[in-house]
């Protein structure tokens, strides 16, 4: 996967609404882009954990964006693992993530490396049950763009990025409802 580009610049680690963080480091050309979407889903806040955290070879059915052929799980814990994943999307997107459910409410997947996504990329996924048995699934996706291809993609999701994010969980939280449906599927 080639050296890590993970530049130092330092932001808000999870600013909301949308808005956009403006690193002080010379060495990022654009600033950062923060998505703040919330869905809500028939699925309890265990089972979309236990969809998050399954890296078997069904995951891309679920998880769109993390394809078999880039999933690569290094190392992990019973609360943590560090995963490679990817798409071919855009010519090929991968990034390394540290996956932390240590507050299994309040999910955190940091990116250590990537092709395009820098330091203080990642995302954030804050879970509430509500008073009608649904669950709230708050996310914020931070994108710091590195390379050429990540700044462009990091500009396009600026304006049109929270209609996309909020489509993509609204599939990845019909596939958990589905999959928990079935029996044995929690």
Not at 61 to 90: I, Q, R, Y
Not at 121 to 147: E, K, M, P
Request: aromatic share 6%; glycine share 10%; charged share 20%.
């Amino acid at each position: 996967m080639g050296p890590s580009h993970v530049h130092d610049v330092t932001c808000p680690l999870w600013p909301i609404g949308g808005r956009r963080c403006q690193p002080p480091s010379p060495l990022t050309v654009m600033p950062m882009t923060a998505i703040d979407v919330t869905e809500r889903t028939s699925a309890t806040p265990q089972q979309f954990l236990d969809a998050l955290t399954d890296f078997g070879p069904h995951r891309s059915e679920v998880w769109t964006n993390s394809k078999p052929e880039f999933l690569v799980v290094h190392d992990h814990g019973d609360t943590w693992a560090d995963v490679t994943e990817g798409s071919k999307a855009a010519g090929a997107v991968w990034e390394r993530l540290r996956y932390d459910w240590s507050n299994p409410t309040d999910i955190v997947l940091t990116t250590t490396d990537s092709n395009i996504w820098g330091r203080g990329s990642g995302h954030r996924y804050t879970l509430t049950r509500d008073a009608d048995g649904s669950t709230s699934v708050h996310a914020v996706i931070i994108r710091n763009g590195i390379s050429f291809k990540g700044r462009m993609i990091a500009a396009l999701l600026a304006p049109v990025g929270k209609t996309f994010i909020s489509k993509n969980l609204r599939t990845t939280l019909r596939a958990i409802e589905a999959r928990s449906a079935q029996p044995g599927g929690g």
